[in-house]
């Protein structure tokens, strides 16, 4: 019988892009003069691996590549070649390349044929550079030990035995000679690469079961080692699971099963245990009605509902919470790659990797933190010239730091460099024409640096200079519910702190009324509240109505007028101001009243509903009715035209 293979070509494109980072990470830890056999073996099982999947599935073009890649990894493995620093550097090209060929694959994108050949071109030089004793038969299948078990014949048929478990005939003698298609010395039986009967037949936990992957389940486009179909080949042969993703002292030792879900399905499952919060909150509170003494069970089950819905709560959301590691892991090469382009020397630290947040989150917040981590390497550590005329180190330090705090997650990217130039910053700012004075805190003359186009950089160059960036990241970040500050100092460095949110599926807010309606303000955004004294609220022609704050004069958002909402309050010494910062600047958004805090499920309002200027998403309170959670920046800007308006 005949099966089709492309439903397993997922599985294979995403082991392939994890086993890619994993030797991208081992290419740049290598010590050159002492590289270890440990390394090299591991390195060399990527190559191995990959080689193994593409030939089974018929991606020729790259086999070929792995294989030229894969005989010189062999070479050094058996020491017949010393390890150079130009052979990392085409070893680091070499990953690119295999990139590019797999998402040819996946995606069907170009792939450059002559980068292709350049690498395998430069690859066997440097393999033919070394002495001239005849290389290793790298490709020949080893005879399995008695009682052991050998590599299984890669036919359809046998590959849909070990799927559905019956008894596979053991493989020829390795006489097959080379599969139609692959490379020189691409064997059939290693072909099989991705399959093995003792990684795919094996009983969950048992010896063969893979090590647990990083801390937070791998979802959708993730893959697991304790994924039965997944297991390598090479991992089962060589009893040496490749540790993929962090480094060995942070794996757990524990042996573990995990399962490859897809994310729409979590998603889901999160939608779904969202409802079942908002049903008990509506039982709770239709349940505080009853006379407690008559209806005491029904309120001691209530309660016991209410504790087993937030754990399970607790734990459904945990699901789509990855370690920040997913994230740091992809900048020791951009360090290294953009360092030797400035000619400086630079060391990257990382500091919490484990720390978790949710997987949405993962993936928006890598663009940011790349701009932040390229701009300290631009413009904040400095030549190795300029740093030891200034007394420091020759090699300067960038740090990646992750940690919890609150509800939040911190991560923060410091630099040890020079540090930010505040009389630079305020005579750019007024060279562009921007109010500033010298009165200005440091905060404030940092936060100039977000503006769109303002740079002090006195040359462009393919880096950056051109003032285009920090201000997306900015809005960037603020998109996500997060902020950013900034701390720097003159000669000493700069760090650059984003707070964000752990989740984009619950928010803690502080619910407030205005006329009948109900809204979430989310607490990221909120600094305080208070209710005005009549002298504190002033009127100036052209910017409408301020009140004073702490020797402030805060712009005051009247949410029921920007809203269209019918008050139950007008006057402002009657009502509640809430004092919000959005997108650097503080706001006094006036409602009737504080009605409590809260932490509620977000449900989209674009998707069930239409998009609402003002509005980011709804959420259903306890009594059943809808909310509205309230978009800050955009109701600051919305207030802001109608003020502008008013004047002309």
């Not at 393999?127 to 490709?139: F, L, M, N, R, S």
């Not at 299948?141 to 014949?153: E, F, H, Q, S």
């Amino acid at each position: 019988m005949t099966i089709d293979m492309s439903q397993f070509y997922q599985v294979f494109f995403e082991e392939s892009a994890e086993l890619l980072e994993e030797m991208e990470r081992l290419l740049l830890e290598l010590d050159v003069a002492e590289p270890g056999k440990d390394a090299l073996n591991a390195i060399f099982r990527t190559a191995h691996s990959i080689k193994g999947g593409s030939a089974t599935f018929g991606f020729n073009e790259i086999t070929e590549t792995t294989h030229v890649l894969e005989s010189l990894l062999d070479k050094l493995r058996n020491d017949e070649l010393r390890l150079r620093v130009e052979m990392v550097d085409v070893f680091l090209k070499a990953v690119d390349v295999i990139k590019m060929q797999l998402a040819g694959r996946q995606f069907g994108s170009e792939v450059d044929a002559q980068a292709v050949a350049d690498i395998c071109r430069q690859l066997n030089d440097l393999a033919q550079a070394g002495p001239a004793e005849a290389v290793a038969a790298v490709d020949a299948a080893p005879a399995a030990a008695p009682g052991g078990t050998g590599r299984v014949d890669p036919s359809p048929e046998n590959l849909y035995a070990i799927l559905t478990g019956a008894q596979i005939p053991a493989a020829p003698a390795a006489a097959a000679g080379p599969a139609p298609g692959a490379s020189p010395g691409a064997a059939a039986l290693d072909s099989y690469g991705f399959f093995t009967e003792e990684a795919l037949a094996a009983p969950a936990g048992g010896e063969s079961a893979g090590k647990p992957a990083a801390e937070g389940q791998r979802l959708g486009a993730g893959a697991t080692d304790g994924d039965n179909f997944g297991r390598r080949a090479s991992d089962a042969a060589e009893d040496a699971p490749l540790k993929r993703g962090r480094r060995a002292s942070d794996r757990a030792d524990a042996e573990t099963t995990s399962i490859r879900v897809g994310v729409e399905k979590v998603d889901q499952l999160i939608n779904l245990v969202g409802e079942l919060v908002i049903t008990q909150a509506m039982l709770a509170q239709t349940a505080s009605r009853v006379d407690a003494v008559l209806y005491e069970s029904l309120r001691t089950g209530l309660a016991q509902l209410e504790h087993n819905t937030r754990d399970l709560q607790e734990s459904v959301m945990s699901i789509r919470m990855m370690p920040i590691s997913f994230v740091f892991s992809r900048f020791p090469r951009v360090v290294r790659d953009l360092a030797g382009k400035l000619g400086k020397q630079v060391e990257l630290k990382t500091v919490g990797e484990g720390t978790e947040l949710d997987k949405g989150l993962i993936e928006k917040i890598a663009d940011p933190l790349n701009h932040l981590v390229r701009n300290s390497l631009d413009h904040g550590i400095e030549s190795p010239e300029k740093r030891v005329a200034a007394g420091k180190p020759a090699v300067g330090t960038i740090t990646l730091r992750a940690f919890h705090q609150g509800g939040n997650i911190v991560i923060e990217v410091g630099d040890d460099g020079a540090g930010l130039n505040r009389e630079k910053i305020l005579a750019k700012a007024r060279e562009r024409g921007m109010q500033v004075s010298d009165t200005m805190s440091d905060q404030d003359v940092w936060q100039l640096i977000f503006e769109a186009g303002f740079s002090t950089a006195e040359v462009v160059t393919a880096v950056s200079g051109r003032g285009v960036g920090m201000d997306v990241v900015r809005r960037n970040i603020y998109a996500m519910g997060g902020r950013v500050e900034i701390e720097s100092t003159l000669g000493v460095g700069t760090r650059i702190s984003v707070r964000l949110p752990l989740t984009l599926a619950i928010l803690d807010g502080m619910s407030v009324s205005v006329g009948e309606e109900v809204f979430i303000v989310p607490l990221t955004f909120i600094i305080e509240s208070l209710q005005p004294a009549k002298q504190d609220i002033k009127t100036i022609a052209g910017s409408g109505t301020v009140v004073h704050v702490r020797g402030e004069y805060l712009p005051v958002v009247t949410l029921h007028e920007v809203l269209n909402v019918r008050p139950r309050v007008t006057e402002f010494e009657r009502g509640i101001m809430v004092i919000v910062e959005s997108e650097g600047a503080k706001s006094a958004m006036f409602v009737d009243d504080l009605l409590g805090q809260h932490q509620v499920v977000i449900k989209s309002l674009e998707t069930n509903y239409r998009k609402v200027a003002g509005v980011s998403g709804a959420t259903i309170m306890g009594d059943g009715k809808v909310a509205l959670i309230l978009d800050v920046e955009a109701l600051v800007r919305l207030s802001s035209r109608e003020e502008e308006r008013k004047a002309a």
